[in-house]
């Protein structure tokens, strides 16, 4: 499939790739939309095969979750449209298991992309640690001179929450 174009662009996968419970997982109603079924069909073939989904594949979502992932990434209700039930979540195991269960060609095409998807992930982390690592040697062997250097490369590394942003326009009385 080298030469090939997938059916489904990476970064739709990736942004579909979530972390609920400490776990990478992709919600059911992502995986029915790269599937190209729909949310019922998908989660009717899970409990046909139940058994091939324990809870480390597969696991529903708490109301708490679906709340802190809702306010999270700011999704609006509309997007789980009516739904009876919280969203099914699958580990990278459970999406591989997804391929057995839904025999379609586009099924079995999909799921490489997929698993593609969460092997590039895992490459950026290991490589993110490994700067990390070679971060701190450099800093035991430098003297302090370097500290501010390594102080601010540390800064753009961590994953943190943007500064405030000062407002603009017009305030009485000066106040902003």
């Known amino acids: 499939m080298a030469g090939k ?19 990478k997982v992709m919600l059911d109603a992502d995986l029915a939309g790269l599937y190209g079924v729909s949310v019922g069909r998908l989660n009717e073939a899970v409990k046909r095969n139940r058994g091939r989904f324990p809870d480390d594949f597969m696991f529903q979502l708490t109301k708490e979750d679906f709340l802190n992932l809702k306010s999270q990434f700011a999704i609006s209700s509309s997007r789980w ?23 379609s060609q586009r099924a079995i095409h999909v799921n490489i992309e997929i698993m593609r998807a969460f092997v590039r992930l895992r490459r950026i ?52």
């Open 5 to 23: 174009q997938s059916l489904v662009p990476a970064e739709r996968i990736e942004r579909a790739i979530l972390l609920i419970r400490g776990q």
């Open 81 to 103: 449209g009516g739904r009876r039930h919280p969203p099914y979540a699958f580990s990278e195991q459970g999406v591989a298991m997804l391929s057995s269960v839904l025999r």
């Open 125 to 176: 982390l290991v490589s993110h640690k490994e700067l990390a690592r070679k971060l701190e040697e450099l800093e035991k062997k430098y003297d302090a001179q370097f500290k501010v250097v390594f102080d601010a490369i540390r800064e753009l590394m961590a994953p943190g929450e943007p500064s405030p942003r000062r407002r603009i326009g017009f305030s009485p009385r000066g106040k902003g």
